[in-house]
């Protein structure tokens, strides 16, 4: 473990994206209920956040969660699909209240969620929580009663556990962030495959078809490598496609950012690397789906659908990332084509700039007179020859009255009072 350095790298003004989706060669394969349902559902966050500021309102319709479900989940039924854009929605929302959030920030949210998929039909508060129910938890509360109306127990079960993990996971980092730590690379893998939320929503492929994998079949170690090696590149395809933006708000946990930091890497070479690693996934993913071994024709049937989820997550992930104004704002279609990210300043450099543009030119006239002492000549030509203010005269008429009246009396008192001393 490293503690973040606080000083500066001199960075280029941009980076070239690796050509992940040349070498990704699955099919891409859309829901035909996807807008309709991605539609609802983005509503359904919308009107269940009533406290999401403006901004924030506006992002999630930038996001097209809804969208990247119906990539990733393009042969559910539509009543399924709908559970599932939810709560990638939903999954997304919870990721944006916990950047930032220290440690005991996520405890709390970890509470309010795990505590409504453990008792679904009515909120049970334990000794820390409020009466009153936080809206994290109504909006969980909704879509999994709606989700284990028809789940297997299967599905559900892991489900729950591997949401855990994903808190967990976000605890950590929220420490690491709390003590300026940044991980090393072993470390940080292990911690991301949990923090990136597919665990969860890999679960919901055995949801969204309507399957429940035995424990002996989830566990073997060509299903095992497929899970995790569609996880990494999900997860370090995200790292390169989300650095942008998170680096100029300061955000260290990234693949780029460790290696940059950890391994003395120039931003390009970093991106290289995770983009190789990427690559290399890719191509793992494809050797093990031809290792995969028959567990009999029922369950043959059952694996090659979840498989083919996984697999769709793979590619839907990568199309869907030039698709939302989540990493490239409007650009997202430019970039893809021509695959150079343009980087935003930093934070500090924002507010920084910004101060200097919203300066009135008084101040800036001002601050240069400060800044740069004038010489006593220049002083002289600037406060000489002054033009004559009639208006100052008029400050002086209360004092020149009362001189007039008072001096007059104080002669004649003092003529009085004198008169026969200065008698001869």
């Known amino acids: 473990m490293l503690h973040a350095s606080s000083s500066t790298r001199s960075q280029p003004d941009h980076f070239i994206l690796p050509d992940l989706v040349s070498h990704c060669n699955f099919p891409l394969v859309y829901h035909p209920n996807g807008d309709f349902v991605a539609a609802e559902s983005v509503r359904w966050l919308d009107e269940g956040c009533p406290e999401l500021s403006p901004k924030a309102r506006s992002a999630l319709y930038g996001l097209q969660a809804g969208e990247l479900t119906a990539y990733c989940y393009p042969y559910c039924t539509r009543e399924r699909l709908r559970v599932v854009s939810d709560f990638m929605n939903y999954l997304f929302h919870l990721d944006n209240i916990s950047d930032g959030m220290m440690r005991k920030g996520t405890e709390e949210l970890s509470n309010v969620v795990m505590n409504a998929l453990w008792f679904p039909a009515q909120y049970v508060p334990t000794a820390d929580q409020s009466a009153a129910e936080a809206s994290a938890g109504k909006m969980a509360r909704d879509y999994w009663t709606r989700c284990i109306r028809d789940a297997k127990p299967g599905p559900q079960t892991r489900f729950k556990e591997t949401l855990e993990l994903f808190f967990e996971a976000v605890h950590q980092q929220a420490m690491d962030r709390d003590a300026g730590v940044i991980p090393d690379l072993e470390s940080y893998i292990s911690v991301r495959r949990d923090t990136s939320g597919c665990k969860p929503v890999f679960d919901l492929i055995e949801y969204a078809m309507d399957i429940d994998l035995?424990?002996?079949?989830?566990?073997?170690?060509?299903?095992?490598a497929l899970n995790q090696g569609a996880n990494d590149l999900v997860t370090w395809s995200n790292d390169i496609f989300s650095y942008n933006v998170e680096q100029s708000r300061g955000d260290t946990h990234n693949m780029i950012a460790i290696l940059m930091n950890l391994r003395g890497l120039d931003l390009q070479s970093a991106v290289d690397f995770v983009g190789d690693l990427c690559k290399q996934t890719i191509d793992a993913f494809t050797e093990n789906q031809r290792r995969i071994p028959s567990f009999?024709?029922?369950?043959?049937?059952?694996?090659?659908?979840?498989?083919?989820?996984?697999q769709d997550w793979i590619v839907g992930s990568l199309h869907w990332s030039f698709m939302t104004e989540r990493y490239f704002g409007k650009a997202g279609a430019e970039v893809k084509r021509h695959r150079v990210v343009r980087l935003l300043p930093r934070r500090g450099d924002r507010a920084q700039d910004a101060q200097v543009s919203m300066r009135p030119p008084a101040a800036e006239q001002c601050a240069s007179r400060i800044s740069t002492p004038s010489s006593?000549?220049?002083?002289?030509?600037?406060?000489?020859?002054?033009?004559?203010?009639?208006?100052?005269?008029?400050?002086?008429?209360?004092?020149f009255a009362l001189f007039a009246l008072w001096v007059p009396s104080l002669l004649h008192v003092l003529s009085r009072r004198y008169a026969g001393v200065f008698t001869p």
């Open 376 to 399: 006593p000549q220049s002083q002289k030509d600037s406060e000489w020859p002054r033009p004559f203010n009639f208006r100052s005269l008029f400050a002086y008429l209360p004092i």
């Open 214 to 224: 035995p424990e002996f079949v989830v566990t073997h170690p060509i299903i095992k």
């Open 296 to 310: 009999g024709p029922a369950l043959d049937r059952d694996v090659a659908m979840y498989v083919q989820g996984l």
